[in-house]
Each structure stands twice: as C-alpha cells, then as structure tokens.
C-alpha cells in the first residue's frame, strides 16, 4: 500500500510539473477546445490516481494524450502500467516517453527512465508471429497488435499468450503460447483459405433471386462445428418413436 501511494504521490508532482497546454514534439498543435477537453481528463486521471484507481487513471491519461499529445504523459502512463504488472504497456509507454521527449527530457530523468527501461526489458518476452499470408490482422489476447508481415517481434507480457491471425475469406489460425520474462520465441501460423461452394449456381439461388457471391466454406477435409439445427442424434429419435408407440398401446 505505502509502494501505491507513493506513485500516486510521484505521478502528482509529475502531472502538476508537466504544464498540460505544451504538446508533443513535431506534433500538430491540437485546437483550444481539444486543449480543454484532454485537460479535463488529465486532471480527471490526477484524481484517479490519488485514489490508487489506477485502471480508470490510466483511461483518463490515454484519452488526454490522444486529445492533445505531451511526451510527459506517456511518463505517468508508463508508471501506471508498471503498478498494474504490465510490464509491456510500461516499456513502450517509457521509450515513447524518451523518444517523443528528446532533448526536452532532463538528464537526471533521462537516466532514471533508461533504467527503468532496461529493467522492463529482462521481465517482457518477445514473439515472433511467422505467417505465409500478406496484409493479416495479428492479435495477441484479442487485442490488435499489428498486420502481417511484422517487421519486429511482438512485446508481451510473461505467462501464456493467445497469439491470432486473421483476413477475410480466410479461417482463423491461433496459438496459445507460454512465454517467460527474456524470453523470444516463434509462433508459425498458416491461416486456411475458404473456397466456393459449388453448390451455389452463380446467377444466385434458383428462385430467381438477385445475383449474389458464391458462399464460402471451409476446403474439404477441415475441421468445422456442426449445426445444432441439423445434427439430431439416432438414439434420440429411437426414444422418441418409442414413447409415441407407448402412448399408443395404452390408448387401446
């Protein structure tokens, strides 16, 4: 408890010092009305952030810097990911932070965030997403982490890992891994492609309906869910014709 409210105190000093107007270097001037409205939410975090509502702070703080961007934000967002254990949202957080401040960043605080930096980086791992598919949406725990190919390993959280892939006409491919702090490992993923369904006449069903585009369906041999609506078991059917044949007898 005392480790909490010391960063709330420390993200209160910060967030007083950061003089919230200043924007971002070589980022657009956001307008006067945005101004107010990401102040509203900053001061909204600070609030947060006293009370040790870290989760609602660091929504607050995500919103004011997309409102209006300033480099000292992402210093207290780091700090809250890193009192909620997520130590990949801290790391990126931390080096946008020194990235996006530059020259404006302080030596002492320079070497304070580059420390914390190198501490973040021995307790995150690294995936590699190997995928033969071009423009695929990859996700990590459900959470879009990029597009196919990817340049660079995924930054994640030790402890296991769901890792996705998907593109339209195309059945997802996903893999859940177990990843430790330092760790880089390769998660090959080959999602399979959907073909036509022949059975589908290219005018359109034979109604003589409006033209429509072949339906797709999993290539043969894939594994698919069967329809609750159309799989009835034998055995039920079997019980059901004999409580019918019951029912008949006793009314004789």
Partial sequence: MRGARAL???????????AMPATAVAQPSPSPALITEARKHYETGLQLTRDEAYEAALAEFERAYQLAPNFRILYNIGGIHRQL???????????QY???????????????????VD???????????????????????????GKSPLADPL?????????GVAKRDYLPATSVVT?????????????????????????????????????????SGAETSPSSSTCRSPHLLDGRRH??????????
């Fill in 98 to 116: 020194l990235a996006e401040g530059g020259t404006s960043v302080p030596a002492a605080r320079r070497g304070e965030v580059q420390k914390d």
């Fill in 179 to 219: 990843i430790v702090g330092g760790e880089t490992i390769t998660v090959e993923l080959s999602p399979t492609k959907l073909v036509a369904d022949a059975t589908v006449p290219p005018g359109g069903p034979s109604t003589g309906g409006p033209s429509s585009s072949p339906s797709l369906r999993p290539p």
């Fill in 119 to 145: 501490v973040l980086r021995k307790r995150v791992g690294r995936v590699r997403v190997a995928v033969d598919l071009e423009g695929a949406d990859v996700t990590v725990d459900d959470v879009p982490a």
């Fill in 155 to 163: 930054v994640v959280n030790p402890g296991r890992r769901r890792i």
């Fill in 243 to 252: 409580r019918r044949r019951r029912r008949a007898s006793i009314l004789r």
């Fill in 8 to 18: 709330a105190a420390a993200l209160s000093v910060l967030l007083v010092a950061s």
């Fill in 85 to 95: 254990n997520d130590f990949a949202g801290a790391l990126r957080a931390l080096e």
